[in-house]
C-alpha cells in the first residue's frame, strides 16, 4: 500500500471530515500523489468538501505547484460511509473538537479499515490517549496536527501517545517532510506545544481587547509588526473560529487550571454568533474581506 521509491507518502489515504481542515489536509495527500478517499456525513456535505478541495487545487495550478487540476482532482473520492476506507493505509481523522464525536469516529474508522492502517487525528487538544483507547491495536495511533491555512501553513504537530509505535513517528515525520512541511514532535499533553501557547496568547489579547486596553486591530498590529507574527492572535482566532478556540480553552482550563479561563467577552460573543470569518463576523468584520 506504501507509495514507492523517495515517496513516503501511503498510495491510498483517507480523510474523515471535509470542513476547512479536513479539505486542506486531503489536498495536500493530493499534491503528494496519494488517492484519496474524503468521508462526510452525506452527500451534500460530501459535494462541498470537494468543492473547498477544488478550490485549493485550483490555487496550486494558480501559484505554479502543479501544471493542471485534472489529475489531482481524478485521484479524489468523496464517500458517505467509512467502509470506503478499507483499502488506504492512512487515515486523517478531521472531525470538529468534540471528545464524544472524534472517538465515535475512531471507532468507525478502526471497525472499516485493516489492522495495520495508521489512524491519525487532527485534533488541536484533546488527549490523544482517550482517542487510542477507541482503537484496536492502538499503536498505529497519532496524532498529525495541521494548521489553518493547511496549503499556506509549513507545520505539522506530530503527537505521540504513549502507546504510540516508535518506528510510527519516525515514518510520520518523514511524511510531513515528503508534503513540504516541517513536523515538529511533541508527546501527548494537554494542548500539545501549539494550541497551548497559541490559545494563551489568544485569550490574553481578548482580555486586552475587554478591558478597553487597545483596538482589536492594533493590538494584532503589535505581535506582527513587534513580534513577527504572520497574523495577530485576534484575527488568527476568526480563522480558526472563536467557538473552536473557547472549546479548547474551556478543556484547557479543566486539565491545567484557571490561567486558560476564557474571558467572558469570548463566551459573549459565541452566544451570539459571532463566531469569526465562517459566521462574517467575530473580532473583525469578514463581510467586507475578499475571501
Not at 486542506?24 to 456525513?41: D, F, K, P, Q, S
Request: aromatic residues 4%.
Amino acid at each position: 500500500m506504501e507509495a514507492a521509491h523517495d515517496n513516503p507518502t501511503p498510495t491510498r489515504c483517507g480523510v474523515v471530515g471535509g470542513g476547512r481542515m479536513g479539505a486542506g489536509i486531503a489536498h495536500a495527500l493530493l499534491l503528494a500523489g496519494a488517492h484519496v478517499v474524503l468521508v462526510e456525513r452525506d452527500e451534500e456535505a460530501a459535494e462541498a468538501a470537494r468543492g473547498r478541495v477544488a478550490r485549493a487545487v485550483d490555487g496550486s495550478v494558480t501559484r505554479g505547484r502543479v501544471a493542471d487540476a485534472a489529475p489531482l482532482l481524478a485521484r479524489l473520492a468523496t464517500a458517505t460511509d467509512t467502509k470506503d476506507l478499507a483499502d488506504t493505509a492512512l487515515v486523517v481523522e478531521a472531525v470538529p473538537e468534540d471528545l464524544g464525536l472524534k472517538t465515535d469516529t475512531f471507532r468507525r474508522i478502526t471497525g472499516a479499515v485493516a489492522a495495520d492502517t495508521v489512524i491519525a487525528s487532527n485534533t488541536s487538544s484533546i488527549s490523544l490517549d482517550l482517542l487510542a483507547d477507541a482503537v484496536e491495536h492502538p499503536e498505529r495511533v497519532i496524532g498529525l496536527h495541521f494548521f489553518n491555512p493547511v496549503p499556506a501553513s509549513k507545520l505539522v504537530e506530530v503527537v505521540v501517545g504513549d502507546r504510540t509505535a516508535d518506528d510510527l513517528r519516525q515514518r510520520a515525520e518523514e511524511w510531513v517532510r515528503s508534503w513540504g512541511k516541517t513536523p515538529v514532535t511533541v508527546r501527548n499533553a494537554p494542548g500539545f506545544a501549539s494550541s497551548r501557547l497559541g490559545v494563551a496568547v489568544g485569550l490574553e489579547a481578548i482580555r486586552m481587547l475587554e478591558e478597553g486596553v487597545a483596538s482589536a486591530e492594533d493590538i494584532d498590529a503589535a505581535m506582527t509588526l513587534g513580534y513577527g507574527f504572520p497574523m495577530g492572535p485576534l484575527r488568527l482566532t476568526d480563522l480558526v473560529g472563536v467557538d473552536v478556540r473557547l472549546g479548547i480553552a474551556r478543556y484547557l482550563e479543566r486539565e491545567l487550571g484557571p490561567r486558560f479561563a476564557p474571558p467572558r467577552l469570548m463566551a459573549d460573543m459565541v452566544e451570539r454568533g459571532e463566531l469569526g470569518r465562517k459566521s462574517g463576523r467575530g473580532f473583525y468584520d469578514w463581510t467586507r474581506e475578499g475571501d
